[in-house]
């Protein structure tokens, strides 16, 4: 096989060019023709200085993470650095799209580093559960000090050239259109003078004079970094670099590096970052399929959810018309959308600029036929078949054809509403999650009759509206709140049986889930679908409803709250609940953390098997997805359907006979053959 490395000689600068599709990551190959090609500019005293730089879209992303876990074939990605780095002649890494990772320290290695205006440059290893692991933790904070190098380390984002400059980590921005021209000519002004060598460099310095800087980075990322190892190893790492010797620091990254690499934490997350990527696949659905052209979005419905769906398109530069019935109930619409650009405009997200380019593409309307011209429709009004069937009938009257029109329910049959129309190929389901313009995830429903370009169109859609999609069969729930019906109902049961609701609650904030159910409902609101009628109390929402209990905002649900929305437990929700058991005769006693957990998270893997042995997910890696970006599974277990295959489904099963709960034929043969559910 050909190498995917190239050189190519320009007077006496030597141009080493990497050609590997689609993101020219360091595997094996890449990094054996890149060790040659410093072999051969080394070798030859004619060439004077080196460019290394990529073809295709980008420079190189990083290390090839399909390899991570298999034994280690050289030439080392190190060691390829280190004897680049000591060359006396000038190494100018050349960088378009993103270098990233690996890329990162390729370009660290380098002495000078020059960058068109659209490139990025970033050590995102920490969201893959790890550190850089080719001196990267050590080169980078030498360059540009330890408190710019600190979040690119520890959090992991990118940064632009523009800042990237600015920190010093870039000496020159050079021409869009020119790059290896700029970057021999750059090259070629260093010849004869000393190299710079990061290794050698002593911006770290900063480190070591405020120690405080790694306080103060914990104290501010906290929160996120909750239940990860990766960022307080990059934090160790970034402080070495202070307070160590260059080998000494490096030696310290190897180790963090190694221990991280084989964790189960670092497996769950790069199981995550190729379901992410499989995700947005139909299996049945060409790569190549043409797609539906969607300039124009409808939206009916200006409540929470229709704004916030909107905002998403309107946020890409896609024009939206907003649909409502009443002109109050569309300039409240409107004005909550403007209200929340204008916050986000209030914390430095958006230039006002912005604000105005988003709202000046939105024509609201209370007008159907304003719809006609759209390429997407979609409905967020009232969960309600008869109500969903009828907007369906009227879009399929006034929308063109070819037209997709999607419903935002997050429960109701697809293949019903779409059968209210002419054109049941057409339609799809689109299940936002709220806040819609916020949370991540989109579950796009797959009717029986959903065309092929139709699923093409939204799974590239979502991408464009900064959505991770995943497709889900028809049935009730669909894949998320399927799943979650079954944590709901044990959690209900387990308050039956003597569990505290607080346990319970705090059984998954444990876990690292933002949230318990019960702390949930009062958030939501505990009257919610509520009669109304205080006499009438048949289950415990009811009769915490009729005592004025209804959550938050009334300073009382399933918890007391303080000024502080800080929450107590409240014995008179104890009471009402232990009435409750009496009332049906359900023996109340202790129990344990264990249980609690046990019975909350293994049914829901038990009906993730059904719905995949049903077919309604693609692949078990799918409902991971849906999982961690809908309803905040912690991404460093890697979903439900990975952590039960890390703590073994012979153990899921023996856990729900234990507790007498159902298990299905598939996940029961499964556990038997001593399979998992992901690769
Ligand atoms: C590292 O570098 C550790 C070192 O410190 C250690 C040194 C010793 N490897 O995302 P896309 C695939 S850790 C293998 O859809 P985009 C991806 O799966 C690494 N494959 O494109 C997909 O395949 P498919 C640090 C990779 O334009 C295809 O490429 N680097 C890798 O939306 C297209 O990807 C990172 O964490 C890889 N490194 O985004 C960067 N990267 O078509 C990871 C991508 O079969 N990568 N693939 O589904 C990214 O963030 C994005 O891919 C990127 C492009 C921004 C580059």
């Keep these: 096989m050909p190498s995917p490395i190239r050189t190519e000689r320009r007077d006496n600068v030597l141009v080493i060019v990497s050609d590997d599709p689609p993101v020219n990551a360091l595997g094996q190959t890449v990094r054996e023709g890149l060790a040659k090609g410093i072999e051969e500019a080394l070798g030859d005293d004619s060439v004077e200085a080196v460019v290394i730089r990529c073809d295709g879209r980008t420079f190189f992303a990083g290390a090839d993470i399909t390899e991570f876990g298999k034994p280690p074939e050289g030439p080392s990605l190190p060691e390829t650095l280190d004897t680049m780095e000591a060359s006396d002649k000038p190494v100018v890494a050349a960088i378009h799209g993103t270098a990233l990772g690996g890329g990162c320290e390729v370009a660290l290695g380098c002495h000078y580093r020059v960058a068109v205006p659209s490139a990025k440059l970033g050590l995102p290893e920490v969201k893959l559960g790890l550190i850089p692991g080719a001196a990267g933790t050590q080169r980078l904070p030498r360059i540009v000090g330890a408190q710019a190098a600190l979040p690119m380390v520890a959090v992991g984002n990118p940064i632009p050239a523009s800042k990237a400059k600015s920190i010093g980590l870039i000496d020159e921005i050079v021409g869009e259109g020119s790059l290896e021209a700029d970057a021999i000519a750059f090259a070629k002004s260093k010849i004869g003078q000393p190299v710079p060598r990061s290794s050698e460099g002593n911006a770290n310095q900063d480190g070591v004079r405020n120690p405080d800087i790694f306080d103060e980075f914990r104290a501010k990322n906290g929160r996120k970094m909750r239940g990860f190892d990766a960022p307080n190893a990059a934090i160790e790492a970034v402080k070495a670099a202070g307070s160590m010797s260059y080998a000494e620091g490096v030696k310290k990254e190897r180790e963090l590096f190694t221990t991280l690499m084989s964790s189960t934490q670092s497996a769950a997350m790069r199981h995550y970052f190729f379901a992410e990527r499989a995700a947005n696949k139909i299996d049945d659905v060409p790569a190549d399929t043409a797609l539906i052209p969607v300039k124009k979005v409808g939206l009916i419905g200006a409540g929470t959810m229709g704004g916030g769906i909107a905002m998403n398109f309107l946020s890409a530069g896609i024009p939206v018309t907003m649909l409502e019935m009443k002109r ?94 002419g054109r049941p190929g057409y339609v799809v389901g689109l299940h936002f999650f709220s806040p819609a313009n ?61 569990a505290n609701y607080w346990d319970v609650d705090d059984v998954l904030l444990d876990f690292d889930f933002p949230m318990g159910p019960f702390q949930m409902g009062d958030l939501a609101g505990i009257d919610i679908g509520w009669h109304r009628d205080p006499s009438k109390v048949t289950t415990i929402r009811e009769a915490l409803c009729a005592a004025g209990r209804f959550g938050q905002k009334a300073g009382k649900g399933y918890y007391d709250y303080d000024e502080a929305r800080q929450r107590t437990p409240s014995d008179e929700v104890k009471s009402i609940i232990a009435d409750f058991a009496t009332k049906e005769g359900t023996p109340q006693r202790n129990i344990s953390k264990d249980e609690i957990r046990e019975r909350l998270l293994y049914p829901m893997v038990d009906e993730g098997a059904k719905i995949l042995d049903e077919g309604m997910a693609q692949r078990a890696s799918d409902i991971d997805v849906v999982w961690i970006n809908g309803y905040g599974w912690p991404l460093y277990t890697g979903g439900p359907m990975f952590w039960a295959d890390t703590i073994g489904l012979d153990n899921v099963v023996a856990g729900l006979d234990k507790h007498d709960l159902s298990v299905s034929d598939y996940l029961r043969k499964k556990a038997e053959a001593g399979k998992r559910f992901t690769a």
């Design 328 to 421: 109050d109930a569309l300039d409240r619409g409107t004005g909550t959308m403007r209200k929340n650009y204008e916050n986000t405009a209030e914390r430095g997200r958006m230039t006002s600029e912005q604000v105005e380019g988003a709202m000046g593409i939105l024509t609201p309307t209370l007008e159907y036929g304003d719809l006609a011209d759209c390429d997407l429709v979609i409905e967020a009004v009232y969960e309600n078949m008869d109500v969903k069937k009828e907007v369906f009938g009227k879009l399929d009257e006034v929308v063109k054809d070819g037209a997709i029109l999607a419903s935002n329910t997050s429960y109701l049959d697809i293949d019903e509403i779409a059968a209210a129309t």
């Design 438 to 498: 916020i949370m991540k995830l989109l579950e796009v429903v797959r009717g029986e009759k959903t065309r092929g370009d139709v699923l093409a169109t939204v799974m590239k859609l979502s991408k464009k509206i900064g959505k991770v999609a995943a497709v889900s069969g028809v049935c009730p729930g669909f894949i998320g709140n399927r799943m979650l019906s079954k944590r709901q109902e044990q959690a209900n049961q387990l308050i039956m049986e003597g």
